[in-house]
Structure formats: C-alpha cells, structure tokens
C-alpha cells in the first residue's frame, strides 16, 4: 500500500480520489500529522504551502516525488529532490486565471476603498465613510505589468475590459508579442514613472529580489498603485511602507509578503508591515489562486503526476531530472 501526505486543504474530489490509492495522512485540521512522524513511510507528498527542506527530503527514503498544488517552488529544496532521486512537478497554468481576477478584486478594491467604506459602514459611521470614499475609475488610466507570463496576460484582457491602456516590460518576451496582445513594450523604467498601476508577475530570482525598492518606488508615478500578486521577496517592505505613509504612493496591495520565506504557514510575524495601521495598504494571505475551479484543476494535475510516478513513468511538469536508477 502506498503512503500520501497532503500538507494543506485541497479540493474533497482530489482528497477523494487520493484516499483510492491508498493510505492519507494530512499535515492540517484537527487530526494533523507532524511529517516527521511518518517521514520514513511516504511515498508521495502533494504539497501546497508547507517548507520541505533538505532535512526532510533527506529523512525519507521511501519518497518519490513532490508533487506542488500550483506553479511556485520556492518551498522545495529542489537540488536535494534530485539528489535523493525526488521529482518535484508543479500545475502550470492551473490557477492563472484566478489570480489574475484576484489581482482586480484587490485593484477595484484600492480604487474605490472598499474595505475602509465596509468597515466604517459595519461600526456605524454612514456619514464619515460616505464622505472619505471619492475614489477613482479605471478607465483610461495606464497599467504597468512587469512581467509578461500566462497570469499577466490574463491581467492585461480584463484592463482592457476595463479600458484601461497598458505598458509592458518583460526582457524574455518578443516585443512583438507584447504589441499583438494590445500592450505597448516599454522600459522597466518607463513602466514604473508612466503607469498608474504597476502590478509584478515575476519570479523571485537573484536579479528580482527586492526589484521593488526604495530607488525604484521613488520613480513611480507619484500618486499610483502598486500590487504584487507574485512572491513577497519582490519588495522591500519597509520601503513600501515608507512610501505609503509619505504619500508617494496612493495604496499598495500585497497577496504575498516577505515572511513567507521563513513560515509560509504563519509569515505576518516575521514580515513586520503595520497592516492595520495603514488605510490604503491591502493585505491578504496568499489566496490569488484559491477558487474553486483552481483548486480543482491544481490538485488534479498534482494526482496525475503523483500516479504517473507510482506508475514508473517521467511525470509531466517535472522541475528536475530523475536517472532511471534512482527509482526506488
């Protein structure tokens, strides 16, 4: 019989079809368990948020792959995967869509302050909320992607539903693509002092860590948005925060922060933003693809490779390179 960890909630039909294949012990809710309890039976894990390092890689002889509910990697020690002949595979594609609807749930509520108006109105202040809600439209205004993967290009159909005019600039990407999907490209420069809305899609690489900082927050737009749906390691936080409280920028909205990269379980303690100190700063915890449709389509994906691995076979979206005699 085969043994499964599932480190966070997935969807019940994927759980459902897991419980089929044999044995399921799950790292959350009221009967979770500790992997390292159960580190020298498993098989497979379909891993959503938790950290899986060297250590516990390297305490589980019998794994053959991990198996990520999404696109990101950044909690999987990869080269020590590849050393103990682990595959790690991931969901391409699977929850783009909602995150690029996640990233106008937050815009819209930037623009039209709705979680101060919300809160007011809920505390009984109709008369105070109704007068400090001017906001503004997203027609005709300039949106700034850097970027230009399948996510942002999401992004960039619906700003155009909204009539907004884009500027794109992603060095991987012919300008000519960027021209055919109705966008302008541009400079990173040129995006940051000309757009309204500059929203990031893009890896947390050595070159990106901390892309966002207090030089290039100086040369944005004064008075505009910034939003990063993407990986908290994009920004310097603290200088975000200053140039929120200056008023440089008028809001910011984060999905991801800093802290995820020490407990991506519980990453606010370890980020330090003064999240309810700020009015026009937008915190939410990494939900950009959790709809139901995604969470079905990343989990279905994650058990068809963890099955195709069962089954000696290459799994498809592999990050990392298996010699055959590493099977075990």
């Known amino acids: 019989m085969h043994t499964f960890y599932v480190s966070d909630p ?66 999987v020690d990869i080269s020590a995967a590849t050393e103990a002949g682990v595959f790690v595979t991931v969901t391409p594609g699977s929850n783009s869509r909602a995150v690029a609807e996640h990233v106008f749930a937050l815009l819209l509520a930037l623009a039209r302050k709705v979680p101060y108006g ?47 005019k884009a500027l794109v600039h992603d060095p991987f990407v012919e300008p000519s693509v960027i021209g055919a999907a109705g966008a302008l490209p541009a400079s990173r420069d040129e ?15 050595e070159e990106t860590t901390q892309l966002i900082n207090a030089d290039t927050l100086a040369a944005m737009r004064p008075g505009s948005v910034l939003i990063n749906t993407s990986r908290g390691g994009l920004i310097d936080e603290p200088a975000l925060v200053a140039a929120l409280t200056g008023g440089h920028l008028a809001a910011a909205a984060l999905d991801v922060v800093q802290g995820e990269s020490v407990d991506m379980k519980n990453p606010l303690p370890h980020s330090g933003l003064p999240i309810g100190g700020l009015p026009n700063l937008i915190v939410t915890p990494h939900v950009g693809g959790q709809s139901s449709e995604a969470f079905l389509a990343a989990g279905t994906g994650a058990l068809a490779a963890i099955r195709q691995v069962l089954a000696g076979e290459h799994p498809a979206h592999a990050l990392n390179t298996v010699p055959a005699p590493a099977y075990k």
């Open 191 to 205: 995006v940051l002092a000309e757009s309204d809305v500059v929203s990031l899609h893009l890896p947390l690489t």
């Open 118 to 164: 919300a809160w007011e109105t809920a505390a009984g202040r109709w008369d105070e909320a109704k007068a400090n809600m001017n906001g503004f439209e997203l027609h005709g205004k300039t949106l700034g992607l850097l970027g230009f993967g399948n996510i942002a290009r999401m992004v960039l159909s619906i700003a155009q539903g909204f009539g907004m």
């Open 10 to 75: 997935i969807h019940p039909d994927v759980l459902d079809e897991l419980n089929t294949l044999g044995q399921v012990h799950l790292g959350y809710g009221e009967n979770a368990v500790p992997y390292a309890l159960i580190s020298d039976q498993v098989d497979a894990v379909l891993l959503r948020a938790e950290r899986f390092d060297r250590e516990k890689i390297q305490a589980s002889p019998r794994l053959r792959i991990i198996a990520r509910h999404g696109v990101g990697s950044d909690n």
